[in-house]
């Protein structure tokens, strides 16, 4: 299963930490529980750097570990695709 079709199948506890995770790493312009799921976070402050520490938080919450696979820039571009490797990595 690829994270484009397991997008589908992100819960809504996956999605609340991810927001949670955003909301104290991503830096955001934006408040994270405000923010589309499939919104830029890119275009809405989100660096490199921000980027590990959201992954990790989200790795802590969730007792997960993203796979390797999935470890690029587009991944973590929108809440959606976050959700959804992290549930690969469950």
Do not use: C, K, Q, W
């Not at 997008?7 to 809504?12: D, E, F, G, I």
């Not at 989100?46 to 990790?56: C, E």
Request: charged share 20%; glycine share 4%.
């Amino acid at each position: 299963m690829t994270a484009a079709t397991s997008v589908a199948l992100a819960t809504p506890t996956t999605e609340l930490a991810v927001r949670r995770a955003l909301a104290d790493h991503g830096r955001l312009s934006t408040d994270a529980m405000d923010v589309a799921s499939i919104a830029d976070l890119y275009a809405l402050g989100l660096t490199s750097h921000a980027t590990v520490n959201v992954m990790l938080a989200v790795e802590n919450e969730l007792d997960v570990e993203f796979p390797d696979a999935v470890l690029n820039r587009s991944t973590f571009a929108t809440i959606e695709s976050i959700a959804a490797a992290a549930e690969l990595g469950a």
